[in-house]
């Protein structure tokens, strides 16, 4: 079992969150809404260990 990791660990992450914002530009809230849905599931599919994603849905669904 792999531990999901929380630490800083993208290489560029200013340059990352500007791709992102930069794909949502034009986008009403219905396609933004879909694309989040759709980059979720690719992410998903390429960590592929179903306990650390089980991990991730634990810690995203907390609230502060």
Same mark, same amino acid.
């Given at each position: 079992?792999?531990?999901?990791?929380?630490?800083?660990?993208?290489?560029?992450?200013?340059?990352?969150?500007?791709? /992102?914002?930069?794909? =949502?530009? #034009?986008?009403?809230?219905e396609? &933004?809404? %879909? $694309?989040? @849905?759709?980059?979720?599931? /690719?992410?998903?599919? =390429?960590? #592929?260990?179903?306990?650390?994603? &089980?991990? %991730? $849905?634990? @810690?995203?669904?907390?609230?502060?």
């Amino acid at each position: 079992m792999t531990a999901l990791n929380t630490k800083a660990n993208i290489n560029g992450p200013d340059e990352f969150y500007a791709d /992102l914002l930069s794909v =949502h530009e #034009g986008l009403t809230k219905e396609q &933004s809404d %879909a $694309l989040n @849905a759709r980059l979720i599931l /690719l992410m998903a599919n =390429h960590i #592929g260990d179903r306990e650390v994603l &089980s991990q %991730a $849905l634990r @810690a995203a669904a907390l609230k502060d």
